[in-house]
């Protein structure tokens, strides 16, 4: 197994835009994946397979990947995505791993 | 649409064993793993395992290797964790959800609770 690591918090004004990193040893050869829960609520998936967007995820929602790291940017950032961001990869034998979870914070 | 509908809290004492349910609905019930995923309260996510509805297959955590057994009942779509020797440290919402690589959508989770 391994780790992947990410910023404890992120603030950011509404309008503006959040970029969340996600760092990890296996990315380059693995596919990243994030997730967005509000307290109280399940996870739900935001991006898949680094940058392709579930149906029903607004645009504003983004996902990129560069080398050993995966970053989830959200453009037009409105209160509502204040929550917590989860990253996700899988290793060679399909064994999950989570990144610590990134606080946004909308000012 | 796709759903997964959880049973509901428990309350264990340390030493028990606690048998969680996950029901599937809207979809092939064999053709996405399930996966198992917990969260005690104020803390990330904790990947434990996946189970392949279709096989029976699993591929747990090592750290709940020999304490989960995750099942399924395919006749009424439902799949089961099972963890056994809980300590208090097990206190956790636990949720499962279907997808290979992947998670989505998930349940609703539910609280296990350890204490004497």
């Known amino acids: 197994s391994y780790d992947l690591t990410q910023p404890p918090s992120v603030s950011v004004s509404p309008g503006q835009t959040a970029r969340i990193t996600c760092s990890g040893d296996a990315l380059p050869n693995q596919y990243g994946y994030w997730y967005q829960q509000k307290p109280g609520q399940a996870p739900i998936l935001v991006i898949y397979k680094n940058n392709k967007r579930p149906l029903g995820i607004p645009e504003r929602f983004s996902g990129s990947s560069s080398g050993t790291t995966v970053t989830l940017t959200i453009s037009g950032v409105q209160a509502e995505d204040e929550a917590d961001y989860y990253c996700q990869s899988s290793d060679s034998s399909n064994t999950f791993v989570f990144g610590g979870g990134t606080r946004l914070t909308v000012l | 649409q796709m759903q997964l509908v959880q049973s509901g809290a428990e309350v264990k004492k340390p030493g028990a064993s606690v048998k969680v349910s996950c029901k599937a609905s809207?979809?092939?019930?064999?053709?996405?793993?399930i996966n198992w995923v917990r969260q005690a309260t104020g803390q990330g996510l904790e990947w434990m395992g996946w189970?392949?509805?279709?096989?029976?297959?699993?591929a747990y955590a090592q750290k709940f290797e020999g304490r989960v057994t995750m099942t399924r009942d395919t006749s009424i779509n439902t799949a089961y964790m099972e963890l056994s020797s809980l300590r208090s440290e097990d206190t956790a919402v636990y949720y499962c959800?279907?997808?290979?690589?992947?998670?989505?959508?998930w349940g609703q989770g539910t609280l296990v609770t350890v204490s004497s």
């Open positions: 809207g979809y092939t019930f064999s053709s996405y793993d």
């Open positions: 959800a279907a997808g290979r690589g992947y998670s989505s959508p």
């Open positions: 189970m392949d509805p279709k096989s029976g297959d699993t």
